[in-house]
């Protein structure tokens, strides 16, 4: 079962544009959501993370945005830079000890 | 470099085999997890052990087992190896027993079955 989803594969923005990425989740139980940014042939990277009191979490240019009636986060990038082409998963994890990846949203930031 | 090591980069094995996966965690992290990565697909978390005790459990197959020692670093032991057990493996660390909060990840073991 998929409690957690990133509906797009992939995503292109011009540099300097804002990049919006968007998770999905089910599980009304989650309450910590983080974002990892990955680079071929390296592990995952901690990029930012909400906690479920919060609806919003900036550093420096990466902002996340929780919307919890919507059960929707976002991850936005301004301005976007060709080096944070990468691939991005979002994961939520809850109280009960569960833990769920997305699949994953394929970013190219074109100079 | 995150401070995480995996041995080895690349495993090829066959069908019916069974191989180890070493990880190291970061200087002061307790908690160690692991996670497969097949192709095209999220990160599936598998097990988490804090400071040697099973912590979480996620998607972990019974053919699949995992332990860690003393010394904090953690084997994943995988058994009757079938061709659809060919993925990426990653093992992650973090400071706190709570699951789910921010981890650093080692480069993965790319595991080929044949």
């Known amino acids: 079962d998929q409690q957690v989803k990133q509906n797009s594969p992939s995503l292109s923005v011009q540099e300097g544009r804002i990049s919006i990425l968007n998770c999905d989740y089910t599980n009304s139980m989650f309450d910590y959501f983080l974002w990892y940014k990955k680079y071929p042939a390296e592990g995952p990277t901690f990029l930012i993370s909400?906690?479920?009191?919060?609806d919003k979490n900036e550093d420096g240019r990466f902002t996340v945005f929780l919307n919890k009636s919507a059960k929707h986060l976002s991850l936005h990038i301004v301005p976007s830079q060709p080096g944070d082409s990468a691939v991005y998963f979002c994961a939520a994890s809850g109280n009960n000890n569960d833990m769920r990846f997305g699949a994953g949203t394929r970013l190219t930031v074109k100079p | 470099d995150s401070g995480v090591t995996q041995t080895p980069k690349h495993l090829i094995t066959a069908t019916g085999q069974r191989v180890t996966l070493r990880c190291s965690p970061r200087s002061g992290d307790l908690s160690v997890y692991w996670y497969q990565q097949s192709l095209d697909q999220g990160l599936q978390f598998l097990i988490q052990?804090?400071?040697?005790?099973?912590?979480a459990k996620g998607n972990i197959l019974e053919r699949f087992s995992a332990q860690q020692f003393p010394d904090l670093h953690s084997e994943l032991n995988l058994s009757s190896l079938e061709l659809g057990d060919s993925a990426l493996y990653f093992c992650?660390?973090?400071?706190?027993?709570?699951?789910?909060?921010?981890?650093?990840f080692g480069p993965g073991t790319r595991l080929t079955v044949t």
């Open positions: 052990y804090y400071n040697g005790e099973e912590r």
């Open positions: 992650a660390s973090s400071e706190t027993p709570l699951t789910g909060r921010e981890q650093y």
């Open positions: 909400i906690s479920s009191i919060k």
